[in-house]
C-alpha cells in the first residue's frame, strides 16, 4: 500500500477501500477536533478530494474517497513528499527540512508559513488551503508520522485513554505530570 494510502487508512474505518464523509467526521472526533471542526472538516475535505478519486467520470453525489485512487488528489502546492503515484519521498522530506528548518529537527510556524509561501503555485488555491490546512507547528519525526497516518493512531489511543490530545507535539510525547 502507498503511504498516501496508509496516510488515508486511519479514516477508512470499516476498511473497505472507501472514506465515507462519515468516517471522516469520526476520525476527526476521535482527534479530537470536536463537534464544530469536524464537520467542516468533512465539508472542505470530501468537497474537494472526491470527485479526483472516482473509478468513474460521473462525481460521487455522496461525495466518498476512494482510497485506490488517493494519489489522484495530490494537489500543486505540495512538498513533494508524495510522488504521482502516492509513494513517500524521502528525499524531498529531507529537503523540507534542510531549506526551512534552520537547521533544526522541527518547523515553527514562521517556519511553516515559509515552507507554504514556498511551494505555493499560481491558480492553486486548493493547494494553498489544503497545505495550510495540513500544518502547524511539528517535530520532524511526526511530521514523518503524519504523511504515513501513523500519528493519528497515536493521537486517538492517547484520547480514549483521556491523555492530552496534544502537547504542542501533536500529542506523540508523554504527557507531564503535575505532581
Given amino acids: 500500500m502507498p503511504v498516501l494510502q496508509q496516510h488515508c487508512d486511519f479514516f477508512d474505518t470499516d476498511r473497505d477501500g472507501i472514506i465515507w464523509p462519515s468516517d471522516t467526521f469520526v476520525g476527526f472526533h476521535k482527534l479530537g477536533f470536536g463537534i464544530l471542526l469536524s464537520p467542516l472538516a468533512v ?3 470530501h468537497t474537494n478530494f472526491s470527485y479526483p478519486t472516482v473509478p468513474g467520470r460521473l462525481p ?8 485506490i485512487n488517493l494519489h489522484k488528489d495530490k494537489h500543486g502546492s505540495d512538498t513533494g513528499t508524495y510522488d504521482t503515484e502516492g509513494r513517500f519521498v524521502p528525499q524531498k522530506f529531507e529537503d523540507m527540512f534542510a531549506k526551512y528548518a534552520d ?11 515559509k515552507l507554504l509561501e514556498g511551494q505555493r503555485l499560481i491558480a492553486d488555491p486548493i493547494g494553498w488551503f489544503g497545505a495550510f490546512f495540513e500544518y502547524g507547528c511539528m517535530m520532524k519525526e511526526d511530521i514523518r508520522r503524519v504523511y504515513d497516518g501513523s500519528i493519528f493512531y497515536t493521537i486517538a489511543a492517547r484520547r480514549g485513554r483521556d491523555e492530552p490530545a496534544s502537547t504542542g507535539d501533536f500529542g506523540t510525547r508523554q504527557a507531564v505530570s503535575k505532581g
Avoid at 60 to 65: E, H, K, M
Avoid at 103 to 111: A, F, M, N, P, T
Fill in 60 to 67: 460521487d453525489p455522496l461525495f466518498r474517497i476512494y482510497v
Fill in 43 to 45: 465539508f472542505i475535505i
Fill in 103 to 113: 537547521g533544526k529537527d522541527s518547523l515553527s510556524i514562521w517556519e511553516v508559513w
